[in-house]
């Protein structure tokens, strides 16, 4: 892969040349249903039966047949269908029965009429509605046919799906086991949080972010702390995570004048590719591998650190875990304050996207250093400022990319 001290490399440019190196590496398991919250998809899913698995009425009423409504007199009753308990008797002509939704309508049903549109007396039930072939039943199949696919693999499994599958009957899945992350961060400078600050000390916020962002991706995290600028310290950090994770994650160390330690154990170590992005916040980035582990080495400043993360690590993530990705949606809105840019990088710049009175709209969080968090927490959306654009006037448009789950 080599040492690349070359010119900037565009986002995608990156992205693509990382993710033309990674496979899946997680093996398919089997799980429990009760057990597959947020766990991936090893296999497409098949539905074994149809849903609805029955043609079934729709609306609490009356099952009736067309033909014995065309006398428009009242129908007598011949008896009832409930969810779970059908109507299997006989069904005379001129007679209706009785069905509560979810029930399976008797054989030569033509149409269930709801209750709302019927009248009860002593001679029968009146239908005050001509109804049409087929109102208010359910046919089988009608949601999911047998045989048909339900939910492809890479797929996260999530309260959306999991009924899905309960519905199908489906006590057991095949799932990707969780990818294996370790993670710390580096720096004299930084400590724990919790404890006093020194003089020309800060709090390591980094590993914070980092965590939450890999849990909200399902992704297993080993947490090795901080590690002090020491070649040995950072040598056993990085054989421990070679060893006992598919991917290691550090903060910090990889901007010009930082990379040297981490450019000497990655080239002892196995390979590495460092890479200069032209993106804004986030220049310095690293991409490499260890002996089985693969390398990402985000940026120490806490916000290109976040954007890094969600722009290339995420992807590149999900592809090592088998995860079908998505980019985030991308709007276009009109800026309400002027932007301050200049060409030459892609620049992600925080926003408040909202709803204007002629459409959507969106304003700054104020400065963009990439070393004010404090912008990023109030922000709802990145404002996407391309390579070649220069500053921004309010009353432009331009593109938003909206905060996903990642950051949600």
Same mark, same amino acid.
């Given at each position: 892969?080599?040492?690349?001290?070359?010119?900037?490399?565009?986002?995608?440019?990156?992205?693509?040349?990382?993710?033309?190196?990674?496979?899946?590496?997680?093996?398919?398991?089997?799980?429990?249903?009760?057990?597959? $919250?947020?766990?991936?998809?090893?296999?497409?899913?098949?539905?074994?039966?149809?849903?609805?698995?029955?043609?079934?009425?729709?609306?609490?009423?009356?099952?009736?047949?067309?033909?014995?409504?065309?006398?428009?007199?009242?129908?007598?009753?011949?008896?009832?269908?409930?969810?779970?308990?059908?109507?299997?008797?006989?069904?005379?002509?001129?007679?209706?029965?009785?069905?509560?939704?979810?029930?399976?309508?008797?054989?030569?049903?033509?149409?269930?009429?709801?209750?709302?549109?019927?009248?009860?007396?002593?001679?029968?039930?009146?239908?005050?509605?001509?109804?049409?072939?087929?109102?208010?039943?359910?046919?089988?199949?009608?949601?999911?046919? =047998?045989?048909?696919?339900?939910?492809?693999?890479?797929?996260?499994?999530?309260?959306?799906?999991?009924?899905?599958?309960?519905?199908?009957?489906?006590?057991?899945?095949? +799932?990707?086991?969780? $990818?294996?992350?370790?993670?710390?961060?580096?720096?004299?400078?930084?400590?724990?949080?919790?404890?006093?600050?020194?003089?020309?000390?800060?709090?390591?916020?980094?590993?914070?972010?980092?965590?939450?962002?890999?849990?909200?991706?399902?992704?297993?995290? *080993?947490?090795?702390?901080?590690?002090?600028?020491?070649?040995?310290?950072?040598?056993?950090?990085?054989?421990?995570?070679?060893?006992?994770?598919?991917?290691?994650?550090?903060?910090?160390?990889?901007?010009?004048? =930082?990379?040297?330690?981490? %450019?000497? *154990?990655?080239?002892?170590?196995?390979?590495?590719?460092?890479?200069?992005?032209?993106?804004?916040?986030? %220049?310095?980035?690293?991409?490499?591998? *260890?002996?089985?582990?693969?390398?990402?080495?985000?940026?120490?400043?806490?916000?290109?650190?976040? +954007?890094?993360?969600?722009?290339?690590?995420?992807?590149?993530?999900?592809?090592?875990?088998?995860?079908?990705?998505?980019?985030?949606?991308?709007?276009?809105?009109? +800026?309400?304050?002027?932007?301050?840019?200049?060409?030459?990088?892609?620049?992600?710049?925080?926003?408040?996207?909202?709803?204007?009175?002629?459409?959507?709209?969106?304003?700054?969080?104020?400065?963009?250093?990439?070393?004010?968090?404090?912008?990023?927490?109030?922000?709802?959306?990145?404002?996407?400022? =391309?390579?070649?654009?220069? %500053?921004?006037?309010?009353?432009?448009?331009?593109?938003?990319?909206?905060?996903?789950?990642? $950051?949600?």
């Amino acid at each position: 892969m080599g040492f690349d001290n070359g010119a900037l490399r565009t986002l995608e440019d990156a992205l693509q040349g990382m993710l033309a190196r990674l496979d899946c590496r997680c093996e398919a398991e089997p799980v429990p249903l009760t057990e597959a $919250l947020d766990r991936v998809l090893a296999r497409d899913i098949l539905s074994p039966l149809s849903v609805p698995p029955f043609d079934n009425a729709a609306m609490d009423g009356y099952a009736v047949r067309l033909a014995d409504l065309a006398a428009g007199a009242p129908l007598k009753v011949a008896g009832k269908a409930f969810a779970g308990q059908p109507y299997e008797g006989e069904w005379p002509a001129g007679h209706c029965i009785r069905i509560m939704t979810g029930a399976p309508v008797p054989p030569g049903t033509d149409a269930v009429v709801m209750q709302e549109e019927t009248q009860a007396s002593d001679n029968g039930i009146t239908f005050l509605t001509s109804p049409f072939p087929g109102q208010n039943i359910r046919r089988r199949g009608e949601d999911i046919h =047998e045989g048909a696919s339900v939910l492809g693999a890479g797929t996260r499994l999530t309260p959306r799906e999991l009924p899905l599958l309960a519905s199908l009957g489906i006590a057991t899945v095949s +799932v990707r086991r969780p $990818l294996r992350v370790a993670i710390f961060s580096t720096g004299d400078e930084l400590k724990p949080v919790g404890t006093p600050l020194g003089h020309g000390d800060i709090y390591d916020s980094n590993r914070y972010g980092v965590r939450a962002m890999l849990a909200r991706m399902g992704i297993a995290c *080993l947490d090795l702390g901080i590690i002090p600028d020491d070649p040995a310290a950072l040598r056993a950090a990085f054989l421990q995570a070679d060893r006992e994770a598919d991917v290691l994650i550090t903060t910090g160390g990889v901007s010009v004048g =930082e990379a040297d330690f981490t %450019k000497q *154990l990655l080239e002892e170590l196995g390979e590495i590719g460092f890479w200069k992005l032209a993106i804004k916040p986030g %220049k310095p980035f690293a991409f490499g591998r *260890l002996s089985q582990a693969w390398f990402f080495g985000l940026p120490g400043n806490p916000v290109s650190a976040m +954007v890094t993360f969600g722009q290339l690590v995420q992807p590149a993530l999900a592809r090592l875990a088998g995860i079908h990705f998505q980019r985030p949606l991308s709007l276009t809105a009109t +800026v309400t304050t002027p932007l301050k840019k200049s060409p030459g990088r892609l620049d992600f710049q925080r926003g408040i996207l909202s709803q204007g009175p002629n459409g959507l709209e969106v304003r700054s969080t104020g400065s963009q250093d990439s070393a004010v968090f404090s912008s990023l927490s109030r922000a709802n959306c990145y404002i996407v400022l =391309e390579q070649a654009r220069g %500053k921004v006037a309010a009353g432009e448009t331009v593109t938003v990319e909206l905060f996903g789950s990642l $950051l949600l």
